[in-house]
């Protein structure tokens, strides 16, 4: 069974910094890219950074550039978001997908649970 587990959410003062993971099991996934996304309340859940499965390739919302770094290791089956300098409006609900390919093409086959992120001014 496919399962995406992410962890390292919490509560954080404005300028911090967090570090989320993507634990995965059920599939090879050292062989697929991986992404994150994230979703705040009323609002649509939008893309943050992908990653292919090489880790060589990585992209970037704009509103998320310079500030987060998305790095994975295929030995653990995990990806990382690591998150600075965190404003108010990153909070939001943080989701790892993967989809069944090895570069990044915004499609996404497998969901994590999420996992609550919140900045406070």
């Known amino acids: 069974q496919v399962q995406l587990v992410e962890s390292g959410g919490g509560l954080v003062q404005a300028g911090g910094s967090l570090r989320l993971s993507c634990a995965a099991s059920?599939?090879?996934?050292?062989?697929?890219?991986r992404g994150w996304f994230r979703q705040a309340p009323g609002k649509e859940r939008e893309f943050v950074a992908a990653?292919?499965?090489?880790?060589?390739?990585?992209s970037y919302a704009d509103s998320v550039k310079g500030r987060f770094t998305i790095s994975r290791d295929n030995t653990k089956n995990t990806v990382y978001l690591q998150m600075n300098s965190l404003k108010p409006e990153d909070t939001a609900v943080y989701y790892c997908?993967?989809?069944?390919?090895?570069?990044?093409?915004?499609?996404?086959?497998?969901w994590g649970q999420g996992t609550q992120v919140t900045v406070s001014s």
């Open positions: 997908g993967v989809p069944r390919e090895s570069n990044w093409s915004g499609r996404v086959d497998y």
């Open positions: 059920g599939l090879t996934f050292s062989t697929y890219a």
């Open positions: 990653i292919n499965w090489s880790g060589k390739s990585t």
